[in-house]
């Protein structure tokens, strides 16, 4: 309970300094302001999860993150997924720092398979 209240409150917080924010901050961040706001609504696991998967995929943070707007895609995506506990037991494998070096890796439940694998290859 405490750590839901905790949660509610920095993301509150956190509400407030981006509408504080001036728009040449956010512009210095990469982020519009409707962007810093989805970012704050996510749960904090959904980058993760993405950053995590990308990787498994053979991509580093560098390259997910170098066109911002397909970023903010794929942490929507994430969050909106319909299959945690099949992306919760693949990300929780011993091997998965070394799958990416294997070849192509199958992510059958992942709703962002098709934009890493498409950004892997190129």
């Known amino acids: 309970m ?9 993301h509150s917080r956190d509400r407030h300094d981006i509408e504080a924010m001036s728009d040449e901050s956010l512009r210095g961040l990469g ?12 749960p904090d696991d959904v980058p993760a999860r993405v950053a995590a998967m990308a990787r498994v995929h053979g991509l580093s943070d560098a390259e997910i993150l ?12 994430c969050n909106q997924c319909r299959d945690l506990p099949s992306c919760h037991r693949f990300l929780a494998r011993e091997d998965l720092d070394t799958l990416a070096d294997e070849g192509p890796v199958e992510t059958p439940f992942c709703p962002n398979t098709a934009v890493f694998a498409a950004m892997a290859a190129r």
Not at 66 to 77: K, N, S, V
Request: charged share 25%; no cysteine; net charge positive.
């Open 2 to 10: 405490m750590e839901g209240f905790l949660r509610a409150f920095r």
């Open 66 to 77: 170098a066109d911002i707007d397909r970023w903010y895609a794929l942490l929507q995506t």
């Open 31 to 42: 982020m519009t302001r409707d962007q810093a706001r989805m970012l704050n609504a996510l």
